[in-house]
DNA sequence: GAGCGGGATTTTAGCGTTAAAGTAAAGAGT
DNA sequence: ACTCTTTACTTTAACGCTAAAATCCCGCTC
C-alpha cells in the first residue's frame, strides 16, 4: 500500500504538503504541486479512506437502508442514488429484511458512525423502538410506520390513494370489491390506511362494508395474492372489483383472475398501489395509484441535506401526495 | 462520543482490557470483565467500526456493484445478501448505472480499502480495462463480459438459454422468430451470445436465419422492447414468435401483442430470459430461461469466500447451467 | 539594516483502535 | 528457596490521515 509519506518522500516535500495538493485545502505554489502529482502518479498513490474518515469524521457516504432490495425499495433506490451523487457524496444501500433488530443494529452508534446521513425504510419498528434511537446523526425515516416526532419523515397518503383508487371502481361499476391485502393491522400502518380508504370509499358511495370483502395475506408477494384470490374465487363469494394493496400483490391478482377465466376490467375491476415501471405493460395496463416515486426521493433526500447541511429546526414529517394512474384494468382506462 | 478510554476509566482498567473484553480476544477475568461491561452498559459505548478497520485493516463488509438497484439486480442481491450474512459480514449495494467510469471507480484502490471483497456486475468494462486494475482484494466478477483470466467469474450459459428458448418456439410450430434485442454487440456481449443462440436454433432446425428478425432496442427496458416490437408489427413484417432478451424486455413485448390484438401463445408464442419472479404471474405465464438466481449467487459467494479466506490458487470461470421454464406464453405450456 | 507582513511549508498532536511486547503476581516443580 | 510457568493485565507503538499552530523565507517599508 502507498502512503502520503511515500509521496512525500518521493516528492521531497512533508506529508501535510502533500495532503494540500491531494485535497486542494491551503495553496501549494505550482512548482512544489506539479512535483507531488508527478510522485502521485509514479507511485499510483490514492487516499486511505478510512484514514481520512477517523481524522476528519466524515465519509462523504449516506446510507439507504431499506427492507429488501428488490421491487418498490429497488425502483425508489435508483431515484435516490442520482440526486445523493449530485451532491458529491455516495450512495450506498443495506438491508434489513424488514425486522426490528436489523432495523435497530443499523440505527446503532457504531453503525451510524459509518455514514454521513442515513435514509430508513422503517417497516419493522415501533414508535417506541424508534424513540430509544439517540443520536444527532442526520436521519430520515421513510414508509407508513408511526414515528417519533423529532424524525424527519416521508410517507404516503395511504388512505387517500386507497380511497382514490376504490371510489374509482365503484364509479365505474363494481359493488364488491376485494380489499385484496387490506387487513387491519398493527404491524403494517400500511395496510391499516389502504384499508381505511377502501372503506371510505363504500361509506362515500353509500354502500356496505363488508368484512368478507377484506382479504389477509401472508406476505406482499405476486404468489400470496394470486393464492388469497383463488381462494376466494374457490369460496363463490361473489366480487367485481379488486383493490390490491401493492401492485406486487395485483400482479398475483392478475395471475389468479386469468387462471379463473374471469375477464378484466369486464367480470372484475383491480387496481393497484405504487405504479411500478411494469404495472403500464402488465396487460390490459394496471390501474394504480402513484405514489411519485421521485417526488418523494426527492423530498426525505432534501430534508437529509438540509440536516446533514446542519439545519436544527424542527423535524417535518411530510405526506407524500398521490394520484390515481387509469389504465386498462379498470372501465374509465382506455 | 464515547471512547474506549471512556470505559476504560469508567471500570478501572486499562484500555486493552475494555478491547479484550469487547472482542473477546484475550482472556479477561470474570470480575473485571463483569466491571467492564457494567461501564459499557452505563455509558453506552458502541466501538468506533473506522477506527477499528484503519488499526486492524478489515472492515467485515462485502460489496455488491450493480449497473442499477432494480429488477434483475435486485432480485440477484436478496440472493446474495443473506449468504455473506451467514459468514458475519455485512452486504452493501454500490451503483455504477452501468459506465465503465463508475465501474472503474468501484475498483480504484480507495474504494476497494473499503471492503473485505467486492462482487462486481460488470456492464461497461472491457477486457482491457479490468486489465489495468491492479489488486490482491478478493474480488468476483459477474455478468456476460469478457475478463482477464485472472478474476474470478460468474457468467450464465447464453447462448444455451436463448438456443433452448428458440428451439422450443420452433418445436411448437414458430418460423418467424423476431429476436428481440439480440443484437450483435460488442458492448454487450451479452445480447450477442444470446443472439447466436437464437441463430444456432435456427439452423439446428435447418432453418434460414434472416437478419430482419434480430430488432434492436434502444435500452433493455419494458418500454424500448414494447415500441420496438409495435414498429415491427407496423411494419408487416410477419412473425409468429418472439425471444426477448430479457424478461424486462419479453414483458414489453407482452404489452405490445396485446394492444395489437395478437394472441399469445395462439397468434406469437413468447420466450424470455432471467426468470424474474413476476414472470409466472404475467397472464399466460412467461416463458423463460432460468438461470438460477440462487445457484449464481452462492456460486460467486463461494469463489469470494474462498478468496477472502486466503486460497491464491488460479481463478476460476464458471459458466452458470440454464434450464428452460416453460408456461403458457409457449405452445409447450399448460 | 532592523522590523514587519504574508505566503509557503513543516511540525505537532492527535482521531480511536488493536497487535505485540512487557510486567507483575500467583502457582508449580525440584 | 529459587527458578519456571502461567495468568492477568498494561504499556508501547503504530494504522494513515489532517486541523491547527509554528516556522521559515522573502520582499518591503521607513
Keep these: 500500500m502507498v502512503r502520503m509519506a511515500d509521496v512525500a518522500r ?20 505550482e512548482p512544489t504541486r506539479a512535483r507531488v502529482m508527478a510522485a502521485v502518479e509514479a507511485l499510483g498513490y490514492e487516499v486511505n479512506l478510512t484514514a481520512r474518515h477517523l481524522r476528519a469524521g466524515r465519509t462523504d457516504t449516506v446510507a439507504f437502508i431499506v ?43 457504531a453503525r451510524l458512525q459509518l455514514y454521513d446521513g442515513v435514509l430508513l425504510s422503517v417497516a419493522g419498528l415501533d414508535r417506541d423502538q424508534l424513540d430509544r434511537v439517540r443520536t444527532t446523526k442526520p436521519i430520515v425515516l421513510l414508509g407508513e410506520r408511526d414515528v417519533p416526532d423529532r424524525f424527519n419523515h416521508v410517507r404516503l397518503a395511504n388512505e387517500e390513494g386507497a380511497r382514490l383508487a376504490t371510489a374509482h371502481m365503484i364509479e365505474h361499476g363494481s359493488r364488491r370489491i376485494v380489499g385484496l391485502g387490506c387487513t387491519f393491522d398493527t404491524a403494517h400502518m400500511m395496510t391499516s390506511d389502504r384499508r381505511i380508504g377502501w372503506e371510505r370509499a363504500h361509506r ?39 383493490f390490491a394493496v401493492t401492485d406486487v400483490v395485483a400482479l398475483g391478482a392478475v395471475a389468479a383472475l386469468a387462471e379463473s377465466g374471469l375477464r378484466v376490467p369486464t367480470d372484475v375491476q383491480l387496481a393497484g398501489f405504487d405504479n411500478l415501471d411494469m404495472s403500464s405493460f402488465v396487460p390490459p395496463g394496471l390501474t394504480s395509484v402513484d405514489a411519485n416515486h421521485e417526488g418523494v426521493a426527492e423530498t426525505a433526500v432534501g430534508l437529509l441535506h438540509r440536516q446533514m447541511a446542519g439545519w ?23
Excluded: Q
Aim: hydrophobic content about 40%; proline content about 6%; glycine content about 10%.
Design 67 to 109: 427492507p429488501s432490495f428488490h421491487d418498490y425499495f429497488g425502483e425508489v433506490s435508483d431515484k435516490i442514488a442520482p440526486l445523493i451523487e449530485a451532491e458529491g457524496r455516495h450512495l450506498v444501500l443495506e438491508r434489513t429484511s424488514g425486522s426490528p433488530e436489523h432495523e435497530m443494529a443499523a440505527l446503532s452508534v
Design 312 to 334: 436544527t429546526g424542527p423535524a417535518e414529517h411530510v405526506v407524500a401526495p398521490v394520484r390515481l394512474v387509469v389504465r386498462g384494468s379498470t372501465r374509465g382506462g382506455a
Design 10 to 29: 518521493e516528492a521531497g516535500v512533508s506529508v501535510m504538503t502533500v495532503s494540500n495538493v491531494v485535497n486542494e485545502r491551503l495553496p501549494v505554489n
Design 204 to 242: 362515500d358511495a353509500g354502500l356496505d362494508v363488508d368484512a368478507r370483502y377484506v382479504v389477509p395475506i401472508s406476505t406482499f408477494t405476486s404468489a400470496a395474492g394470486r393464492d388469497a384470490l383463488l381462494d376466494v374465487i374457490a369460496s363463490g363469494l361473489p366480487f367485481d372489483g379488486v
